[in-house]
């Protein structure tokens, strides 16, 4: 298990998760909590992924649906 690394670190993973594949909120928090970070730490990730854009929901949900219409044929 991956717990218990440090905010700049978690920080760090979470940017090049998200420069890599788009993610959405609620799974971008899940990750953060498994590398056990507080939920103060956490409010902070996620602002500064949202702000600097490497977070967009919007654009998570095009991605999302042009996959499914093109991977399983809705």
């Known amino acids: 298990m991956e717990g218990g ?3 700049r670190q978690a920080l ?3 940017m090049a998760m998200c420069s890599r594949s788009e993610w959405c909120r609620f799974d ?3 990750k953060l909590r498994l590398w056990e970070l507080s939920d103060q730490e956490i409010s902070m990730a996620m602002d500064f992924l949202i702000r600097e854009r490497f977070l967009n ?3 998570f949900v ?3 649906i042009n ?3 093109r ?4």
């Open 62 to 64: 095009d991605f999302y």
């Open 71 to 74: 991977f399983n044929k809705w």
């Open 12 to 14: 760090t993973k979470a």
């Open 5 to 7: 690394i440090n905010y």
């Open 28 to 30: 971008v928090v899940a």
């Open 57 to 59: 929901e919007e654009r």
């Open 67 to 69: 996959d499914k219409l």
